[in-house]
């Protein structure tokens, strides 16, 4: 069988920078509020009508492909996770194919719809590809383009000043080096709280598009959460059903648990102990949840990264942004011992182990 090792990294911000005083010009928010609660300074957003999650995913994809020492040609799987595509469908892995110019066809592209897991999914399963001799050289990518969907206006202000846009992006790649690359990832779900955190509408929970065919059916979903129409409405723009929703201290009771929970699983698969991770890279979700985390492990300054201070919540992108400015930093050498865990909507969470 073999390893799949991380061969290149790449990351790309755009260039506006969004502060936490922009935000309180346009919503009732401060910057003592988000700093205090969440540690983010700033944010990054993407420039409108010029990038999109796919243009962004494409730059970091370069940078990932030229330091792995590849070139676009030699990436035979493509897996793409956002919850922010350009489009409904198809996936943004097709359009990333497109954006970089790959012509052969020779080639898939896998669209993960894990939120702020998804690239911890993703990695997993460009994991079990290359232990199975499937492929090479894989594209694992995580963008988002979250200031295109937030309600900026003092309704949307808990969910709003927490997100970023950027993409992070790494070559997945068979070695026969046993001493390096991914030892152990661990996935979980728990669907039960789905709708905790989630962007409900529009959606087929909304019903039907024409109910002269059929007469609506009653399914016996939650009456209590309104899901909204299946095509936008005008109610539903003005009630703001198209927005992210989530209830933030049930999210992160939750997370505090689960990111060191599934720290140690990984850690036990592999037989290593808290103490042998060099590097831990958590999703940056909360300064705050990563500083539990951090103590709940009794890891040092020194063992734990964070970047959530500068860009904000990136989702699916958070882990690859923030592995690829640690490494650029260089606080993460061949050899290191890195860790990577995520938790958020789904729920969805894991942890990814490896020797870089
Ligand atoms: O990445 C996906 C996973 N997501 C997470 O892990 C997020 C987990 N949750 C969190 O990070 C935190 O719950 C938040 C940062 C989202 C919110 O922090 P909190 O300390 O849980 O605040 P809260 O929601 O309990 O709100 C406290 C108060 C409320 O006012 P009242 O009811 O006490 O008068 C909110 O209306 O803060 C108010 N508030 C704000 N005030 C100023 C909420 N958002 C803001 C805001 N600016 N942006």
């Known amino acids: ?20 005083d922009d935000l309180s010009k346009v919503m009732e928010t401060s910057d003592e509020w988000i700093q205090e609660r969440t540690g983010i300074k700033e944010r990054r957003y993407a420039k409108k009508h010029e990038e999109t999650t796919t ?5 970091a994809s370069t940078i990932a492909i030229d330091r792995a020492g590849i070139t676009k040609e030699d990436v035979d799987f493509i897996i793409f996770a956002t919850l922010s595509p350009d489009y409904y469908f198809p996936g943004c892995g097709v359009l990333l194919q497109r954006e970089l110019g790959i012509t052969k066809t020779e080639i898939g592209a ?6 702020c ?21 894989i594209l694992v990518v995580g963008s988002e383009m979250h200031s295109m969907g937030l309600d900026f206006s003092t309704r949307g202000r808990a969910v709003t000043v927490i997100f970023g846009d950027g993409a992070g992006a790494a070559i997945v790649q068979r070695t026969d080096n046993k001493d390096q690359g991914i030892l152990s990832t661990k996935l979980h779900s728990d669907g039960t709280y789905a709708e905790k955190l989630a962007f409900l509408a529009p959606g087929s929970h909304g019903g039907y598009h024409n109910d002269q065919l059929e007469e609506p059916v009653d399914y016996g979903f939650d ?41 140690g699983e990984v850690l036990e698969d592999a037989k290593l102990e808290t103490s042998d991770i060099n590097m831990l890279i958590p999703h940056q979700a909360n300064l705050r949840i990563a500083s539990f985390v951090q103590k709940r492990l009794g890891l040092g300054d020194d063992q734990v990264f964070n970047n959530i201070q500068k860009y904000g919540n990136t989702t699916a992108a958070s882990i690859p942004i923030a592995f690829c400015e640690a490494w650029e930093e260089g606080k993460i050498k061949e050899g290191d011992l890195v860790c990577l865990a995520a938790f958020g909507s789904g729920f969805t969470w894991g942890a990814a182990l490896l020797r870089f």
């Open 1 to 20: 069988m073999y390893q799949s090792k991380i061969a290149g990294l790449g990351k790309y911000l755009p260039d506006r920078i969004v502060t936490n």
């Open 55 to 59: 243009t962004m995913a494409a730059k």
């Open 110 to 115: 896998l669209d993960i719809r894990n939120q």
């Open 117 to 137: 897991s998804g690239f911890i999914y993703a990695l997993s399963i460009a994991d079990q590809y290359i232990k199975s001799g499937m492929y090479k050289n």
């Open 223 to 263: 009456k209590s959460i309104d899901y909204g129409e299946i095509f936008f409405t005008e109610k539903m723009l003005n009630e703001g059903k198209y927005y992210p929703r989530m209830e933030g201290q049930f999210v992160f009771k939750l997370a505090v648990t689960k990111f060191p929970e599934v720290i």
